[in-house]
């Protein structure tokens, strides 16, 4: 299990992580969600030794992380750079990561490679960025750490090579209760790959659930309500609909038609609006991308206010 | 997907990253394995060649390939700032850092593996020449004498050669994992490795040739090499000079090799220790920052300023071209390090700290004279030796300077009573610029003799000092005079002379050349031999009596002054006819050519000591002039009066002297009645 507690990290006088508490629990698929700079890649960094927090405690399996060589042997960071590995053949890289990781499997390896046909004698630098992914990733799979985190990891990879990876990555979690720890952009893949995710902002956490929770407490509502007396509908405020105990996130009218993201229990949402008499009501579950945007925009962060400059 | 792991991989960390690193330099080490076989192996065969070879030709080619071995071995020695960066890349490198840091190793493991990867790598080829080298000296020049001499009689100094060589690449290695340590960019610690290397030497030699400079008696250039020698790769080069000079000295400091091993090996443990402590502090998200400890760049750039104003000390009318000056290369640098004009203000107040630093650095060290080393004496049970680096010697014809190192605790005890001394009379004058200087002797028709000495300290350390003593203080060093070392070398010098030039004797007038004898006459070498023995036996036995008031002088040996004592040489140079000019005769050869003007001055009874030294004093003197002609040479007063005239004569007592063809002679105070009838007589 990793525990953060009371993480801060700065960066001389910058504040990147901000007194953070979070636990992930051993076998998870944990998505790292948030917007740029908000931290993800740090706490990434954090938890595979790279960084050394200020302040707080990080634990995983209750030991240390940083300049922790036991530890760090049950933890593969894969980052969203590949420069790194140009001077070597696929060969030279293994050999030279088996060496660190005493579960490192060539078995599993040779397998991997096979499935997704990388070359061993070529130097990286000739590989395309995608191949470039695949081989560090097989690389860090057949390891075997009990901790697997990723950085954009899909990054450049093609449909076809995302499936294959991401089942390679599933049979890892289903086989032997390996723990992801995901970053990326791509809420696609978080939303398919991940059963928890936490939504980070400015050095904060914002939340940190079970994907289900959180796609079933954040809802799109549509309503048109009753006419009123001058033959129109009758019409409501943010703050008229706030005050009978929603938390609105998002308020839009177009015409007659309110759409509106609200936060928390369906059937409460429900009950409230109904109240108000509506001739339409229809309460749409979001994605993860919606969930994340409304979220981000509650937060200050209006994608709506770039696009309108 | 389960599958059991391989447990073959048991190999450990470090060693891991070890050979890791060391493939990752596997072309510059293939470089450098080039590089060092045309350096010291090269050396060791072109030198074979030239003892092998005396015709002037075979120097010429040979220069060329001498030339390349320097050059390989300065290409190779450079590389090593190319291994550190390269081995420490994930300092400077921003991609490869998380894949450096989240490997299972620890922080001790990766600078100690990456340390001595790139080491090896460094020194190795390095080492494997020496040993080629070593082989090829052994093996070496079947029956060649010259080898045999230059070579075999000096293995250890060549092995110690080498041994400075290897510690040199070992402080330009070391330097240089501090600099990429403490930079976060190629590009800063490519520079400021080079910046460093030169700034340590020359912030050092400007530091002690403009402060020191006006400090009475301090040798600039010996102190400055002292401190250079040890605290960087350049000052190592300077210490191969001192060591070369060194061992051919007489009596060779070998203490100082190991002294100078010793703290030159304390420096770079320093570094490396202060290295590993910032690296362990040194934090993965440094890297791309210019400088990761901002201290080096300060001290980096205060010393920068310092160099550029100091040269205000000397020449107070250069402080505003060179505060300007100063200013605009400490812009440029802020500029550089902060990656445009940011903050510009902290820029100027940053300035104007160091300036007033610089200042106040520079007001500290007059005021304390350097912290006291202008009086400072070494206290004589701490000094292991002495050496005259140069010296005017008393009562000496030949005005050589003789460099003499000794331990004789005679000769050390009468250095160190007479350095008190200087600093005491030099303490109690009032104007002291008198004694900096030659030429305020010179105005003030006083005696001076330069003397420049080094005291080699037990510890290892030298401590050099230079001054004009007075005659006096010169007699405080009569016990150099029977020191063996001091012998030792005259024999050397009067050897050599012999070896190298014909022989002549001349009397003591020296006037006129008779008899000589040709280098290659068929007798000469058993001669030589039968002098040369006679003339140390006379040398060891002479008494400072013989020296200051020698009861006359039969003659020379070339420039070699043969006193009356002298018996065995005498009798050398009678067995083989070789005996001067009687003075009638010298004289009457000379007169056949020209008339002598001579001058016959009167006692000095204001003047401390009568003596044939040097002319200044004649000046104000009171004399008459005459002439020595053929008529005057027969007058018996006269022809008595040069007969008792001493070329080399020293004494307190107010005595006649004659100056003739350029050189006093002292009559002594016995002859005074003799001098003053010749003195009337000519008036």
């Known amino acids: 299990m990793i525990e953060l507690k009371g993480i801060t990290k700065k960066f001389d006088n910058t504040i990147v992580l901000d007194n953070i508490d979070l636990t992930i629990n051993k076998g998870t698929a944990f998505g790292l969600l948030g917007s740029n700079g908000a931290g993800k890649s740090t706490i990434l960094r954090l938890l595979s030794g790279v960084y050394n927090q200020e302040g707080g405690n990080l634990t995983i399996d209750g030991d240390t992380v940083y300049d922790n060589v036991e530890t760090k042997k049950r933890v593969f960071f894969v980052n969203d750079e590949t420069a790194q590995f140009s001077g070597y053949t696929l060969t030279e890289l293994k050999n030279f990561y088996k060496h660190y990781y005493p579960n490192f499997s060539e078995e599993l390896f040779e397998k991997m490679r096979l499935t997704i046909n990388l070359p061993t004698d070529k130097k990286i630098s000739t590989f395309s960025k995608g191949m470039k992914r695949q081989a560090i990733v097989i690389i860090a799979l057949a390891c075997q750490t009990d901790y697997l985190l990723l950085d954009e990891a899909f990054d450049g990879l093609d449909p076809t090579m995302r499936i294959i990876v991401k089942r390679m990555l599933v049979d890892a979690m289903i086989d032997r209760q390996l723990t992801t720890i995901i970053s990326s952009h791509n809420l696609k893949e978080i939303n398919e790959l991940c059963d928890t995710v936490a939504l980070l902002h400015n050095g904060k956490i914002v939340f940190s659930r079970d994907l289900d929770s959180v796609k079933g407490n954040i809802h799109k509502v549509q309503v048109v309500f009753s006419q009123s007396n001058e033959n129109q509908s009758q019409d409501y405020t943010i703050e008229e609909l706030a005050g009978e105990g929603l938390e609105i996130l998002h308020f839009e009218k177009s015409q007659s038609v309110y759409h509106i993201i609200v936060k928390g229990d369906t059937e409460l949402v429900k009950k409230k609006i109904q109240e108000k008499n509506p001739v339409v009501l229809d309460i749409i579950p979001l994605s993860l991308e919606e969930i994340f945007i409304y979220e981000m925009e509650v937060l200050g962060y209006d994608f709506n206010s770039l696009e309108n400059k | 997907m389960t599958s059991t792991p391989l447990k073959t991989n048991e190999k450990k960390p470090f060693w891991i990253n070890f050979s890791f690193k060391f493939k990752q330099n596997k072309k510059v080490f293939i470089m450098l394995i080039i590089l060092q076989l045309i350096s010291l192996p090269l050396l060791m065969i072109m030198t074979m060649r030239y003892l092998s070879h005396e015709d002037e030709t075979a120097v010429i080619n040979i220069g060329a390939y001498f030339a390349l071995a320097i050059l390989a071995m300065s290409i190779s020695v450079l590389l090593g700032i190319i291994i550190a960066t390269n081995t420490f890349n994930h300092l400077h490198k921003k991609s490869i850092v998380d894949m450096v840091y989240s490997l299972p190793l620890s922080i001790k493991d990766r ?496 003047t401390k000591y009568t003596t044939t030294e040097y002319y200044a004093f004649n000046y104000e003197k009171t004399g008459i002039h005459f002439e020595i002609n053929e008529s005057n040479l027969n007058n018996r007063k006269l022809k008595e009066l040069l007969k008792v005239a001493q070329p080399i004569y020293t004494t307190t007592d107010a005595c006649y002297i004659i100056y003739i063809d350029g050189k006093n002679y002292v009559i002594p105070l016995e002859y005074s009645d003799l001098a003053s009838e010749v003195y009337e007589m000519f008036k």
């Open chain 2, 111 to 606: 600078f100690f593996s990456n340390f001595l990867s790139g080491l090896t790598t460094y020194i190795a080829p390095y080492v494997g020449a020496m040993i080629l080298s070593l082989i090829i000296h052994a093996v070496g020049l079947e029956g060649n004498k010259r080898w045999n001499e230059l070579f075999y009689g000096h293995t250890d100094q060549i092995i110690k050669l080498m041994i400075i060589g290897l510690f040199i690449m070992l402080f330009v290695y070391v330097l240089s994992v501090f600099i990429t340590t403490c930079c976060g960019t190629l590009f800063e610690s490519t520079a400021y490795i080079f910046i460093i290397n030169a700034l340590i030497p020359s912030s050092i030699a400007i530091f002690f040739f403009t402060m020191l400079y006006d400090l009475y008696g301090i040798s600039i250039d010996k102190t400055v090499l002292n401190a250079l020698k040890y605290t960087s790769p350049i000052g190592g080069l300077f210490y191969i000079g001192e060591f070369a000079e060194d061992a051919s000295s007489s009596v060779s400091n070998t203490n100082g090799f190991f002294t100078w091993l010793g703290i030159y090996a304390l420096v770079i443990a320093g570094i490396f220790v202060l290295t590993y402590f910032l690296y362990k502090r040194r934090k993965a998200e440094d890297v791309s920052k210019p400088f990761v400890y901002n201290l080096l760049y300060y001290i980096i750039i205060s010393l920068i300023t310092f160099d550029i104003l100091a040269f205000v000390k000397e020449e107070k009318r250069l402080l505003m071209p060179l505060l300007i000056f100063s200013a605009i290369v400490y812009l440029i640098f802020e500029v550089v390090k902060n990656r445009g004009f940011k903050k510009i203000y902290m820029t100027a107040l940053r300035y104007g700290v160091t300036v007033i630093s610089v200042f106040i650095l520079s007001s500290i060290v007059t005021a304390t004279s350097f912290f006291g080393i202008e009086y400072y004496v070494p206290s004589e049970n701490m000094i292991k030796s002495v050496t005259f680096n140069e010296m005017d010697l008393l009562l000496s014809d030949r005005g050589t300077y003789p460099r003499l190192t000794t331990d004789n605790p005679d000769v050390i005890s009468a250095l160190v009573r007479t350095h008190e001394d200087v600093i005491d009379y030099y303490k109690k004058n009032d104007n002291k610029n008198k004694y900096r200087d030659y030429q305020a002797y010179l105005l003030n028709n006083e005696q001076h003799f330069h003397v420049s000495f080094t005291y080699n300290m037990k510890t290892g350390t030298k401590s050099s000092r230079k001054y004009y003593l007075t005659f006096d203080q010169m007699l405080m060093l009569m016990d150099i005079y029977f020191d063996d070392n001091y012998i030792n070398m005259e024999m050397e010098n009067f050897e050599n002379d012999l070896e190298n030039n014909d022989l002549y004797i001349k009397s003591k007038f020296a006037l006129q050349i008779k008899p000589y004898f040709i280098k290659g006459n068929i007798n000469y070498r058993g001669l030589k031999g039968k002098l040369i023995s006679a003339y140390e036996k006379d040398l060891r036995e002479q008494t400072v009596e013989d020296i200051l008031t020698p009861k006359g002088i039969y003659g020379y040996i070339n420039s070699y002054p043969v006193r009356t004592t002298n018996k065995n040489t005498i009798a050398v140079l009678e067995e083989y006819g070789l005996t001067p000019y009687t003075m009638e005769e010298e004289f009457k050869s000379k007169l056949a050519l020209s008339d002598m003007l001579v001058t016959l001055y009167l006692p000095d009874k204001d």
